[in-house]
């Protein structure tokens, strides 16, 4: 293949917001944002989410968004190219570094996360949960978690599916894909929320969601809540610049942003209203189970609900989409600064990097079972290692040295020109916020991630 000399642009309009979308929502809104809102109590905890999603999030999105486009290129590239434009020294393009870096080494765990809703799927489809309690539920966990070729197989199947996407490219391969994906996703989630609302505890879910009890505000919360705004806005990882950067010019940066910050809201508190009415209607599991409350409460739940075992496997196939459009964000990026950086094929450098990540992945697969015991990486195995450094130390450093950048150091007219479909106010406004109130809260984060 030859070297890649035009960057390529969708070919919709909307399909930043779909695919942005996909990289937004994933993993993080149907796993992790219903069990960190039931370990952290509740409505307190969804409304400083939503708080730090408007005030930080959204900032640094349209900052990234706007590297993106501006630079049409990779996230380095794009980067280096506003750097050298705004007269600022080159170390700059660290920030787009951090962010290939950290979508290969997410994308390395994620896997094999998703690999696990992979066989979940396969048991659902199967009619496995059938008659589950909370033992035979953990037991069944526990097994998988125990089997490294079992968790590998999936692990293999999940980055396969990733490739199969990406290396057909931003238009044939990227765009199709979320083009199908994402409409099915919306229409398999608003089906599991008729059945929760018809077959489950509704109001009970709702009541936990929503109800505030200022008790529940904590610093502790707080910074739960600003890690998982940005993860789960995809922030800092270079998928969004290189989304950002097929934008075509005359998209508003500040509309697509804000739709896709909704729709990732959405999601997340549709997920949440959708498990935790299940989770309620049956008796002796409980919403602050932690990460088992989708591998474990759920499938108890609906092995004993009415046409459970066709809602669980709609829902295990609802996150698998999910994980499936978000980890095809992660290997983009870097497949992007290969391929653009050393002029190597799309094929090559889809199977070199896949390969490294598949590699790397052994890793996490082996720290649930053979290498449980290594703790050698600051008293972590390998999984708790790599979830750590990229949550809670690339993502918020990523984040901080970007509100910097864009809000300190790069030049004034570039953003404007990129935000001409802005008003004087909004303008204003954004950079108010990316230049005052994003980089103390990151910094905030960034040392209650390290230190707490
Ligand atoms: N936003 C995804 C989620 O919530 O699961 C995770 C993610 C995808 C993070 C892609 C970063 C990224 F670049």
Known sequence: MERIKQHAIWGHKGTFVLAATGSAVGLGNIWKFPYITGENGGGAFVLMYLVFIALIGVPVMIAEVLIGRHGRANPVGAVSKMARQSRVSPLWSAIGWSGVIAAFLILSFYSVVAGWALDYMSTAIQGGFTGWNGDSASTAFDELLADPLRLMLWQTLFIGMTVLVVVFGVTKGLET????????????????????????????????????????????????????????????????????????????????????????????????????????????????????????????????????????????????????????????????????????GRVKANMVIAALAWLLGIGSVLSFNRWAEFSGLFGMNIFDFLDFFTQRVMLPLGGLLMALFVGWVAKRELLRHELRQESDGQFRLWLALLKYVCPPALLVILLAGILA
Not at 206 to 230: I, T
Not at 236 to 255: E, V
Not at 329 to 335: A, F, G, I, K
């Open 177 to 344: 894909a979320v083009r199908v994906l994402m409409p099915l996703l919306f229409l398999l989630l608003l089906m599991l929320l008729v059945y929760a609302a018809v077959a489950g505890d509704f109001m009970r879910g709702l009541q936990f969601m929503f109800s505030f009890n200022p008790a529940d505000l904590s610093w502790k919360a707080a910074s739960v809540a600003l890690g998982h705004a940005f993860f789960t806005l995809s922030l800092a990882m270079g998928a969004i610049m290189a989304y950002g950067s097929y934008m075509p010019g005359k998209t508003s940066i500040g509309k697509m942003v804000l739709t896709v910050a909704a729709l990732d809201t959405l999601v997340a508190l549709v997920a949440g209203l959708a498990m935790f009415p299940i989770v309620f209607a049956t008796p002796g599991i409980s919403p602050g189970e932690g990460p088992g409350l989708m591998f474990i409460s759920l499938p108890v739940a609906f092995g004993n609900m009415p046409a459970g075992v066709l809602f669980g496997a709609a829902f295990f196939i609802l996150v698998t989409l999910a994980a499936w459009s978000s980890t095809i964000s992660l290997l983009e990026p870097c497949v992007a600064y290969v391929t653009e950086r050393f002029g190597v």
